[in-house]
């Protein structure tokens, strides 16, 4: 604030003078957000979930900006909660999200690991570089950043990292069959650790593949294509070879054992593919399939959806039996569990788990705070991917292209793009927006 006014007595005045625009910006946001006729367990989420781009968020006079992990906990722009908090993000501010990225990009090391998390005053990162899922998430975001906001010198100002980051992570597959076996034990699942090939670990290996070959191609870097397109392919066949188990894929798999509990979050990666509008690694059976079983097995109406757990006379490790992050209920995750469900026709159980979700919070009294490491919790932001999903969301800010594939096609829904707010009706598959802010006039719009 103290770039844009002399004094607080400056700020004051400026909102005395003007309360009558600023009430009205704001309450009129608050009518797009809710201009939908889903249940309000949806738009409670979209609404709810923004608070800590307020309550947590770190904006300093030098231009740095960061999330909490969780308010005045663990770190600012932490990594991996950064990747799954930072839709809402990119979506209402574009800018805030690349400084975060550019920020961080700066840490990364000299043998392409990317930070974990930045401490208060931004100037330096805590020496957590060894969560594996870091490297393949930092390209997955820069991916997702270039779509929505179409700055190619943002691309072009990250194209080195990603380089730097696939070529680390490569390093993980010792046996050269595509997906990580090496060094795999940490991650976003910190106190829980893995070993071997982890599903987990492998979706996002094959998602960044997928993100960083159409890197390559926007940078015009055949060599770099066709490397990652060739270890993808590979990397496909290794997956159903090495941990598929005829109902769902195993927590992990080394050269002694195999741990066959069942991650609630094993499709991480191929929910953050289609919630950036790309087609996943994965069919959409395939993913139905694994999906049912898990809400089958992990879901309970009462607590929620665990994170893991072990059924079926299935055989789990030390690692993973009575672990606190593996019985525990993220609503982080249960809101990319919904959002994937939804992009592939599971209404039902989408709006199983959010009602599960809202529920709880209620009974907790904490509907705006959620909780994990630390109050006010960045992760569950991550209930933003639930809006790409009901609209069937693709874009193409660069090439002006908007692709919609709502998932009904009767129905009112809020978009929220860069400079552009909007409220759009479906009726019998086509549309009509009515513009709160900006507009898609020059832009080529599929429904």
Known sequence: YENIYTSALDANRFLAENINSVYKTACDFADLIYSTDLPSIYPEAWSSNLSP????????????????????????????????????????????????????????RKDGRVHHLFKPDMKSTDDSFERVDMNMQFVLMVLRDYLFTGDREYLTALWENVRRAMDSSEKLDTDNDGLPDNDTRRNTYDAWNFSGTPAYISMLWLAALKSAMIIAEKMNDKTYQNKWNSILEKGKVSLEEKLWNGEYYNLWKNETETDESLMSDQLDGEWFLRMMGIEGNLSDDRIRDVMRFIFEKNFDSESGLINAACHDNRKTTIHTYKNCQAGAVWTGIGYVFSALALSVGLREMADMEMNSIYNNQMRLGSFWDHWECGHHYTRPMSSWTTLHAVLGLSVDYENKKLTLNPIDKNI??????????????????????????????DWEIIV
């Open 53 to 108: 781009l307020v309550k947590s968020s770190v904006y300093l006079k030098n231009g740095k900006f960061g999330l909490w992990e969780g308010l005045g906990f663990c770190g600012l722009h932490t990594t991996d909660i950064t990747y799954h908090a930072s839709f809402p993000v990119v979506c209402l501010f574009p800018d805030l999200q690349k400084k975060q990225m550019k920020m961080g990009a700066e840490y990364q």
């Open 412 to 441: 009112i829904l809020p978009l929220c793009l860069p400079d552009v707010l909007a409220t759009v009706k479906f009726t019998d598959g086509r549309c009509k927006i009515e513009y709160l802010k900006g507009n898609l006039n």
